[in-house]
Protein backbone atom coordinates (compact mmCIF):
# COMPACT_ATOMS: atom_id res chain seq x y z
CA UNK A 1 0.00 0.00 0.00
CA UNK A 2 1.42 3.41 -0.96
CA UNK A 3 0.74 6.06 0.68
CA UNK A 4 2.09 10.04 1.24
CA UNK A 5 3.22 11.36 4.79
CA UNK A 6 3.56 14.54 5.92
CA UNK A 7 7.12 14.63 4.59
CA UNK A 8 5.46 14.19 1.20
CA UNK A 9 7.21 11.05 0.31
CA UNK A 10 5.40 8.30 -1.39
CA UNK A 11 5.94 5.47 1.04
CA UNK A 12 5.35 1.70 1.60
CA UNK A 13 7.00 1.69 5.23
CA UNK A 14 10.36 1.26 3.83
CA UNK A 15 11.78 4.52 4.44
CA UNK A 16 10.42 4.25 8.36
CA UNK A 17 12.45 1.02 8.88
CA UNK A 18 15.63 2.20 7.06
CA UNK A 19 15.11 5.51 8.99
CA UNK A 20 14.94 3.85 12.61
CA UNK A 21 18.34 2.74 11.91
CA UNK A 22 19.64 6.37 12.80
CA UNK A 23 20.12 6.83 16.05
CA UNK A 24 17.72 8.85 18.29
CA UNK A 25 17.03 11.57 15.48
CA UNK A 26 16.14 9.07 13.19
CA UNK A 27 13.83 6.82 15.19
CA UNK A 28 11.67 9.80 16.36
CA UNK A 29 11.18 10.69 12.46
CA UNK A 30 10.69 7.58 11.52
CA UNK A 31 8.17 6.45 14.64
CA UNK A 32 6.67 10.57 14.49
CA UNK A 33 6.57 11.73 10.74
CA UNK A 34 5.91 8.51 8.97
CA UNK A 35 4.82 5.58 10.88
CA UNK A 36 1.99 7.51 12.74
CA UNK A 37 0.77 8.75 9.78
CA UNK A 38 0.45 5.38 8.02
CA UNK A 39 1.82 1.72 10.18
CA UNK A 40 3.27 -1.00 8.30
CA UNK A 41 4.03 -4.02 9.67
CA UNK A 42 7.33 -3.29 7.87
CA UNK A 43 7.74 0.12 9.91
CA UNK A 44 6.85 -1.46 13.09
CA UNK A 45 9.08 -4.60 12.81
CA UNK A 46 12.33 -2.51 12.20
CA UNK A 47 11.14 0.38 14.74
CA UNK A 48 10.84 -2.48 17.22
CA UNK A 49 14.12 -4.06 16.38
CA UNK A 50 16.36 -0.90 16.89
CA UNK A 51 14.27 0.78 19.96
CA UNK A 52 15.16 -2.37 21.79
CA UNK A 53 19.14 -2.63 19.95
CA UNK A 54 19.53 1.06 21.49
CA UNK A 55 18.12 0.42 25.44
CA UNK A 56 20.02 -2.63 25.43
CA UNK A 57 23.17 -1.16 23.77
CA UNK A 58 22.43 1.92 26.79
CA UNK A 59 21.88 -0.67 29.18
CA UNK A 60 24.68 -2.53 28.89
CA UNK A 61 27.39 0.16 27.80
CA UNK A 62 26.45 2.51 30.77
CA UNK A 63 24.31 0.50 33.35
CA UNK A 64 26.04 -3.40 33.76
CA UNK A 65 29.57 -1.92 32.71
CA UNK A 66 30.09 0.60 34.77
CA UNK A 67 28.15 -1.87 38.16
CA UNK A 68 30.92 -4.13 37.25
CA UNK A 69 34.01 -1.76 37.20
CA UNK A 70 32.87 -0.35 40.23
CA UNK A 71 31.88 -3.49 42.06
CA UNK A 72 35.86 -3.97 40.78
CA UNK A 73 34.89 -7.21 38.67
CA UNK A 74 37.09 -5.93 36.13
CA UNK A 75 40.54 -6.45 36.01
CA UNK A 76 43.44 -8.44 35.32
CA UNK A 77 43.06 -9.52 31.73
CA UNK A 78 39.68 -8.24 31.21
CA UNK A 79 40.02 -4.68 31.51
CA UNK A 80 36.51 -2.27 31.52
CA UNK A 81 37.80 -0.51 28.21
CA UNK A 82 38.66 -3.69 26.63
CA UNK A 83 34.71 -4.90 27.76
CA UNK A 84 33.46 -1.58 26.28
CA UNK A 85 35.30 -1.62 22.95
CA UNK A 86 33.96 -5.83 22.49
CA UNK A 87 30.66 -4.33 23.31
CA UNK A 88 30.30 -1.74 21.07
CA UNK A 89 31.78 -4.04 18.26
CA UNK A 90 28.78 -6.47 18.96
CA UNK A 91 26.16 -3.57 19.10
CA UNK A 92 27.67 -2.23 15.56
CA UNK A 93 27.62 -5.25 14.02
CA UNK A 94 23.42 -6.35 15.28
CA UNK A 95 22.75 -2.47 13.76
CA UNK A 96 24.63 -3.06 10.35
CA UNK A 97 22.95 -6.92 10.37
CA UNK A 98 19.77 -4.80 10.91
CA UNK A 99 20.07 -2.11 8.15
CA UNK A 100 20.89 -4.52 5.91
CA UNK A 101 17.77 -6.39 6.18
CA UNK A 102 15.99 -2.90 6.30
CA UNK A 103 17.83 -1.83 3.15
CA UNK A 104 16.69 -5.00 1.71
CA UNK A 105 13.50 -4.75 2.48
CA UNK A 106 13.28 -8.14 4.89
CA UNK A 107 12.07 -8.47 7.95
CA UNK A 108 15.28 -10.16 9.34
CA UNK A 109 15.29 -10.44 13.20
CA UNK A 110 18.58 -8.73 14.74
CA UNK A 111 20.11 -11.59 16.08
CA UNK A 112 19.77 -11.80 20.04
CA UNK A 113 17.77 -9.09 20.00
CA UNK A 114 15.22 -9.40 17.34
CA UNK A 115 12.42 -11.80 18.13
CA UNK A 116 12.27 -10.26 21.80
CA UNK A 117 12.09 -6.94 20.61
CA UNK A 118 8.98 -8.17 18.65
CA UNK A 119 7.59 -9.15 21.60
CA UNK A 120 8.50 -7.00 24.36
CA UNK A 121 7.19 -3.31 21.81
CA UNK A 122 4.31 -5.73 19.92
CA UNK A 123 2.67 -2.23 20.58
CA UNK A 124 4.25 -0.27 17.80
Known amino acids: M ?3 NIFGVQDDGKTAGLCSYFFVLGWSV ?3 GYHQIEKTSYSSF ?3 QTLFLYISYVATRF ?3 TILDK ?3 LNG ?3 FNNLVVFTNVVFVLFWIIGLTGASSGKEKPIPVFGRIAQTVFRGI
Open 30 to 32: SYF
Open 71 to 73: AGL
Open 77 to 79: TIS
Open 2 to 4: KFH
Open 46 to 48: HLR
Open 63 to 65: GLL
